[in-house]
């Protein structure tokens, strides 16, 4: 059975940092690639950073320099380390796996961010 868990998020202040990780389970996770969207209030999800099964990564231009995102196929988990974070990051981060035409979601987790 398929399992996709985010876990991390909370509060943090403007210029603060938050660590989110996704833990899988029930597919090869190494065959997958892995990405982290997030929604905020009224707007439409997006694609905040993926990482693909070979490592090749790839951020939204909101968040490029601030957040990482790395995996460890050992123990089927992605990170997303997230810095100088600003009150428009505040959203729900949904972590997701995909290949070809097959997509795996966590319920997410709620990350906010302000004073």
């Known amino acids: 059975q398929v399992h996709v868990a985010e876990s991390g998020g909370g509060l943090a202040q403007p210029g603060g940092s938050l660590r989110l990780s996704c833990a899988a ?4 996770f190494s065959r997958y690639g892995m990405t982290w969207y997030r929604q905020a209030p009224g707007k439409e999800r997006e ?3 993926a990482i693909t099964n070979t490592n090749g990564t790839n951020y939204a231009d909101s968040v490029k320099g601030r957040f990482t995102i790395s995996r460890d196929n050992a123990k089927n988990t992605v990170t997303l380390q997230m810095n100088s974070l600003k009150p428009e990051d505040t ?3 949904y972590c997701n796996a995909f290949l070809l035409t097959t997509n ?3 319920q997410g987790t709620q990350v906010t961010v302000s004073s």
């Open 47 to 49: 694609l905040v950073a």
């Open 25 to 28: 389970s029930g597919f090869t």
């Open 91 to 93: 959203a729900v981060y």
């Open 104 to 106: 795996y979601w966590g």
